[in-house]
Each structure stands twice: as structure tokens, then as C-alpha cells.
């Protein structure tokens, strides 16, 4: 019978891979206790309405990669495509807002149904922060700090900041004209899906792929020179506290971002070492759309990153360490007990131990401490079964010290005590 295969660009996170993810989420979760963050959990799946209004119909997201159905109430229900959406529908529908304004962070699975390759899949997951109800332009610069440090501290070199601001709804819809009588005027020399796109999303024009079309724009009329002068003076204002705070930036005017929500600050973080799928992390400020899903006008900014292409950056750089304190290898049956005994004893004080219950020859069992990565293996034969001991060796010991032989309870306090040194 033929075996069962995953769906394409839905990956299994291995055992050999599951270390690094770990590590990251590890970290993000300390960065955002550092930065006053606390975590939301939403549903996976949602009702269509929420990401069609929230995200916007003329979006690539909404009109060609979700995955919606119906349920067997014959609702048409879809699987989360990114997590602002939620979050906010869950801020409004609990009245988290009139608690005051909220900073929060959430993690996980969001689905899209995208042309798999390196660095894009169908099921990706990303790390995500919301402020809800921040106005000022400080607090853009807060949202990116953020994120950058939380990048900084994972050690991730070559990222740049792309910066760019989308003005107010006032001063897209002015830009919205002038782009598209140029872009009308030109609609012979632009590729299909930009076509498309001059009535429904004439913004994301900007953003196209084709070469040609890339080259046409750099005469189009620039969403810059059409900022008034208040969003201009916002604008100038996020520069200058990314500037105090030593964060490095490059203005990138075709940033438009793929979701209909954005308006002032848009960013993205983008790595050299990336290929064609070189953000990692994306955001912007959002001051309509909590009105929007029928919440109270409060303004926000937020931004998530991608789980898999952070991880393909790290991979690539170092390796945490393996978490293991002790391998516990036994032969004999009431060495195996004894082993067992010990291991959970251990476990119990808080070690991290794996016990090995292949009962073969030791030098085999030895062979697989050394590979386990414990620091430490505890080794017990016929004799001190009997004897109720266990032999300790150092596993990092750059010449064989022998066997230390300790009871049990021993053996937990030395390794508890080791545990603080290096
Ligand atoms: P892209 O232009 O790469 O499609 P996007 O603008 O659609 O990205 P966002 O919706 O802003 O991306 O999501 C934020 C981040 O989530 C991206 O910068 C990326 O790191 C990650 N991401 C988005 N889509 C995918 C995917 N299909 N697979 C893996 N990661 C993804
Ligand atoms: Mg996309």
C-alpha cells in the first residue's frame, strides 16, 4: 500500500529542527516580558468575514490564498491567514480596549494557500505584536525596536530596516487618483496581474514583480509627494527616534505591504542571505481597522515575522546547545530497575535525563551518551545494583576519570551542584 504523504508546503517539524524553534520561541517569550508584552491565543479557524472585511477583498491574501469552507452548519469558516485580524476581533468582542490600551504578542500556525518553495508554505507559522490604542509616532519606533532587538538577540547579522510611510486614508485616496491616470494611461505596457490590479488595488501595483513593469514605475508619480504636511511631520518624527535610538534604516518608497489595513509607518525587515523570500518580519501602523471590525476608533501598529525564514537565518549561524544533563545506561534486569528508578528521581529534582533501555553491551550504550550530548552518564551493572550505587562519569572530561560511585540521592546533589558551573 502506498504510504501517506503530508499536503504540500505543510511541513513536519522534526525532532533534529524542533531545538532551534525552541530557542526562538524561548527568547521572543523572555524579549516580550522584558518589553511589558503579554501573549493572546486565538482560534485557528475563524468566520470568512472577519479577514474579508479586516484584510480587504482586492487582497492577494483574501482573493486567491485562503483556505475557506464550509462547516457542517454551512458557515463559511477560513483558516487564520495572519493573526492582526483575530487579535483585534478578540480585543473587541471581550472589551479588552475599554480596559485601556493593550500590547500584546501571539504565536502559531497561519495557513495560505501560496506556491510552496524555500522560505513559503502553506502552513507557516509566525510570531506577531499588536499595541492596541497607541497613537504616537514614538511608539512606531517602540513596535520596530522591538522587533529588531528580538532579531539582534537572536544573533541574526545582515538585516536591513526598509521603512516606508503610506500617509492617511486622505492622503491615499488623492495618491490613489493620480496613480491610477498614470497607470490607465500606460495600461498597455504592464504585465497581467498589474492590469488587474490598476481598479482593485492600484497601491500594490507598486509592489509588482515583472521587470518591465519595475522599470515603467520609476516615472510613476510617488505616494511620498503626496503625503500632507501633517503625515509628512509624522513621518520625519519616526525617522528621528529610529535615528536616536541608533537603529539603521533605508527609505524604500515602493513599500506598500500586501494587507489593506496599513496607513503612516509601514516596515519591513529584510535579510541578504534570503533569497527571493527575503522579509522576515513585516508591519505597520493600522489606525482604522479596529473601527473597522466594529471596535472603537483606536489607533495601533503591529507586526509579525516568520517563523521558518528567522529559523533558515539561524541554521545557517550557531547552534544551541542540547539540554541534556544525563544518560543513564544499565545492564542486567535489576540494573535496569535501578536505572529507571534513578532516572525518574532525577527527573523529579529537575534534570533533564534519558535512559537507555536497549540493554546491550556497553561500550555500545557508552557510544550513545557520547552522541546524547548529556553532560554526564550514570552507569549501573550487577554490582552496584546490589550494591545500590551508580557509577558517575564526566561525560565532557577531556581525560576518563573513572567512576565516582554515589548513592542515588548523591548522585542528584552533585549533579545539581555541577549544574551551576560550566
Ligand atoms: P511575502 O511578500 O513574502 O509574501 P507578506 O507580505 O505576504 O510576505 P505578511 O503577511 O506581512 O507577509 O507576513 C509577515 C511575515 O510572515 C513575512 O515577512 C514572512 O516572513 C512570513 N510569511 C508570510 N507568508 C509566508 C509563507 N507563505 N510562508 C512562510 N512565511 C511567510
Ligand atoms: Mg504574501
Redesign the pocket.
Known amino acids: 500500500m502506498a504510504s501517506l504523504q503530508s499536503l504540500r508546503g505543510m511541513a513536519d517539524l522534526l525532532p533534529g529542527q524542533i531545538g532551534l524553534w525552541q530557542h526562538v520561541e524561548a527568547r521572543a517569550r523572555e524579549h516580550f516580558r522584558r518589553s511589558g508584552i503579554t501573549e493572546i491565543r486565538t482560534p485557528l479557524l475563524e468566520v470568512t468575514e472577519l479577514f474579508a472585511r479586516g484584510i480587504g477583498e482586492a487582497t ?2 483574501v482573493g486567491k490564498e485562503m483556505y475557506t469552507f464550509l462547516d457542517r452548519g454551512e458557515r463559511s469558516c477560513t483558516l487564520r491567514p ?1 493573526g492582526t485580524a483575530s487579535v483585534v476581533r478578540a480585543a473587541i468582542q471581550h472589551g479588552l480596549l475599554s480596559q485601556g490600551a493593550q500590547r500584546l504578542w501571539y504565536g502559531g500556525p ?1 495557513f ?1 494557500y ?1 506556491r510552496p518553495q524555500a ?4 502552513q ?1 507559522h ?1 510570531i506577531g505584536v499588536e499595541l492596541l490604542g497607541f497613537a504616537d509616532a514614538c511608539s512606531d519606533v517602540e513596535a520596530i525596536a522591538i522587533a529588531w532587538d528580538l532579531l539582534d538577540e537572536l544573533g541574526l547579522g545582515g538585516l536591513a530596516l526598509e521603512l516606508n510611510s503610506l500617509g492617511s486614508s486622505e492622503d491615499r485616496v488623492r495618491y490613489r487618483e493620480q496613480l491610477v491616470t498614470w497607470l490607465e494611461q500606460r495600461r498597455d505596457q504592464l504585465d497581467a496581474d498589474s492590469q488587474a490590479r490598476i481598479h482593485t488595488n492600484p497601491l500594490r501595483v507598486l509592489d509588482a514583480k515583472h521587470p518591465d513593469t519595475q522599470a515603467l514605475l520609476a516615472e510613476a508619480p510617488s505616494l511620498a509627494s503626496a503625503l500632507s504636511d501633517a503625515s509628512q511631520a509624522r513621518f520625519a518624527a519616526v525617522q528621528q527616534a529610529l535615528t536616536a535610538l541608533g537603529i539603521p534604516f533605508v527609505l524604500n518608497p515602493r513599500l506598500v ?3 489593506d489595513y496599513y496607513g503612516h509607518t509601514a516596515f ?1 525587515i529584510t535579510s541578504s542571505q534570503l533569497g527571493a ?1 527575503a ?5 505597520g501602523r493600522y489606525d482604522g481597522l479596529v473601527q473597522q471590525l466594529g471596535g472603537p476608533a483606536t489607533p495601533a501598529i503591529g507586526w ?3 517563523m ?2 528567522l529559523v533558515l537565518l539561524l541554521s545557517q549561524a550557531e547552534r544551541p546547545a542540547a539540554a541534556l544533563d544525563l544518560y543513564v545506561v544499565s545492564r542486567g534486569e535489576a540494573a535496569a530497575t535501578a536505572a529507571l528508578a534513578l532516572a525518574r528521581l532525577c527527573r523529579q529534582a529537575g534534570l533533564a535525563v534519558e535512559r537507555d533501555a536497549t540493554g546491550s553491551a556497553f561500550a555500545k550504550q557508552f557510544k550513545r551518551a557520547d552522541r546524547s550530548g548529556a553532560r554526564w552518564a550514570a552507569v549501573i551493572g550487577e554490582q552496584e545494583a546490589a550494591d545500590g550505587l551508580v557509577g558517575l562519569q564526566d561525560l565532557r572530561a577531556s581525560e576518563p576519570a573513572g567512576d565516582r560511585r554515589l548513592g542515588p540521592v548523591e548522585l542528584v546533589e552533585a549533579l545539581q551542584a555541577a549544574r551551576g558551573r560550566p
Do not use: K, S, Y
Open positions: 492577494d491574501v495572519e497561519m495560505r501560496e522560505g513559503r508554505l502553506r507557516f509566525q505591504r500586501g494587507l519591513e523570500q522579509t522576515v518580519c513585516g508591519g509579525a515575522l516568520g521558518e525564514r
